[in-house]
């Protein structure tokens, strides 16, 4: 549950000592620190904040501080010209040492927004081309077959020729369409893939098969579609869309009977509790495991209900591994875990300086994602994002569960909006 700081009291500069958790009411870029509230640990800290033009912008949280401010000290009426000189120097050097460390902060948050402007872009131009293909698959397969393949191709060549892969949780969609849960389970799909030792070929049937696992449900009633509780004959309807996907799938002509294999599969389980042919175990492939993986997960996050209560990332995890780890694959499973990490994106949480960010991409170190941090003073597209495997002195304390925020803090983070997530790529490093 996110706790608040206190009450924050005015100290002036000359106050500030080791152990005070202080709050600059700067903008992010006027200061060289990670976070506007932080704790002072070094002297170092003590004479940036000093050298600061923050006269009335500076204040401590009590509560959250191991010590009390220092003494205020008048600032000198004159000053000898030998000791002036000495402090304008020892100014100067702080002041270059300042702008360097905003110029590396800087640069750090540039390659950060390039990267995930790169997935949004490219998610734009992909969900453009599956929202025309999916809706166009009933009616010209072949054609619309074509274009699924074009767009699969790429983005499995993308993903297996590139070294370094992100993943990303993209801003705010307002658009409608199937494309939606497809570009999901297709991006999610190629990455676990890939750490799943897929070669390029395997890569481009399984994000070919997560396109179109579910065009089929264009030919399911919307009453039934998007019913929470259907009565027998409704279910049984509905999981008729498998047939039509993969009906579909075959009349154009695109698909590999590896990719069909997939789509067919995708609700089969490994206990062969599954449908529409209780399948199981190695009659499985591991393209049709991980399809079957990621259509859960997305599903649990985002569910296709007009009340359906989404999870938190990190909860529909927990579901899927200790519920449902007789259905899904259990080491495909732990791979996607491993991949999304212990605070997947799309999750609120607080850092151990007492802000609250939301997590929009996974990192190497499953502790240490990159987030989105609370500004409630910027937009969202303006707001620092931190990789925080670089930030050694924060870490997360906490998720947060979106309900305990105020309403303000919940409208701003937005924690449980369509989940969307894409990758991007830097064929720099390559």
Known sequence: MWKKLGVPVPIDASQVVIGLYVWLDLTWDEHPFFSSRFMVKTAKDVSIIQSLDIEGKLYFYSEQSTAQPGPLIPKPLNVDEVKAAEERAAKDALVAEMLALEKAKMAKQKALRDAALRADQAWGNAARAAKAALNELPRSPKVAG????????EAAAMVSKNREVLLHL????????PQFHALNCMTLAMLVGKKAGMNERGLADLALAALAHDAGESQIP??????????????DFFR???TFSTKFAEESGAFSPDALAMISDHHEAMDGSGWPRGKQGDALSVG?????????YDTLCTPDMPKGVPMMPAEALATMFRNESTRLDKALLSL?????????PGTAVQLSDGSLALVIAPGANSLKPTVLLYSPELSKDDAPTIDLAGESDIKIVEAVRPSTLP????QWLNPQQRLSYFFSVDDTKN
């Open 288 to 296: 049709a495991r991980i399809l079957a993986i990621v259509d859960r």
């Open 146 to 153: 074509k274009q699924l393949v074009d767009l699969s191709s």
């Open 336 to 344: 996607m875990i491993k991949l999304l990490g212990v605070y997947p």
């Open 407 to 410: 309403l303000d803090v919940f």
């Open 222 to 235: 919307q009453q039934i579609l998007k019913n929470p509780q259907r009565k027998k004959h409704e279910e």
């Open 240 to 242: 008729q869309h498998v």
């Open 170 to 177: 993209l801003g705010d969609k307002k658009e409608q369409g």
